[in-house]
């Protein structure tokens, strides 16, 4: 009967058990327990009142949901987008895909198409030439990830536009996200991205 050859050796063996000692499992199986403590008294309803607004390099938003906010919700943020007439947002680009739904106001987006290849590393490149997509009250806008995108309000009154992003890909280690090009009047809060 032949032997099958063993790849473990000596050394590996006196190397698996040699190592600091932390708690790290102990650590997340007590932040698990107070999470669950925790989560009752977590908000379910978020009264209008209590949403924070925010002079955001992509305009001024007010927040609904964020991760922030000790709700229930722990997988998306919301937030309400104000867009002054005949104004834009910012251009921004992140990893999750984006949704939003228009309450008032019509306009249009810029969507700026991604490809990229993995070899070694990541390699992204985005069109020049944006796509548009016109919108109005009651519209749904789909925003694909990692696309660069933009809001432009085209008519003479303020638009507000619901958007919602998810935080998974941020908890699974892909929080790529950035400012390209502030709102104007917000460039005091914009952080540029480092690319």
């Keep these: 009967m032949t032997e099958t050859p063993s790849f473990v050796d000596a050394i590996e063996r006196q190397r ?3 190592g600091d000692n932390v708690n790290f499992y102990a650590e997340a199986l007590e932040a698990s327990k107070q999470f669950r403590a925790d989560y009752p008294d ?4 978020v009264k209008w009142d209590t949403m924070p607004m925010e002079r955001s390099a992509d305009g001024l938003i ?7 906010m000790d709700t229930k919700e722990c997988c998306i943020d919301i937030y309400m ?5 005949s104004g ?4 921004s680009r992140h990893l999750t895909e984006e949704v939003a739904y228009v309450i008032e106001g019509s306009g249009y987006d810029h ?7 993995c070899k070694d590393e990541f390699v992204w490149e985005w069109s020049t030439t944006p796509k548009k997509f016109d919108w109005g009250p009651g519209d749904f806008i789909y925003i694909p990830p990692y696309c660069a995108h933009k809001r432009f309000n085209t008519g003479d009154s303020e638009a507000r536009v619901v958007v919602i992003n998810s935080r998974i ?10 400012q390209l090009e502030p709102a104007e009047g917000f460039e005091d809060v914009w952080v540029p991205p480092s690319d």
């Design 111 to 117: 969507h700026y198409d991604v490809s990229f290849d």
């Design 88 to 91: 834009a947002t910012g251009t």
């Design 169 to 178: 890909m941020k908890a699974i280690g892909f929080d790529w996200f950035d």
């Design 81 to 85: 987008q104000f867009i002054p007439p």
């Design 16 to 18: 698996a058990r040699t």
């Design 62 to 68: 007010k927040h609904i949901i964020h991760e922030k």
């Design 42 to 45: 977590r908000q379910n309803v």
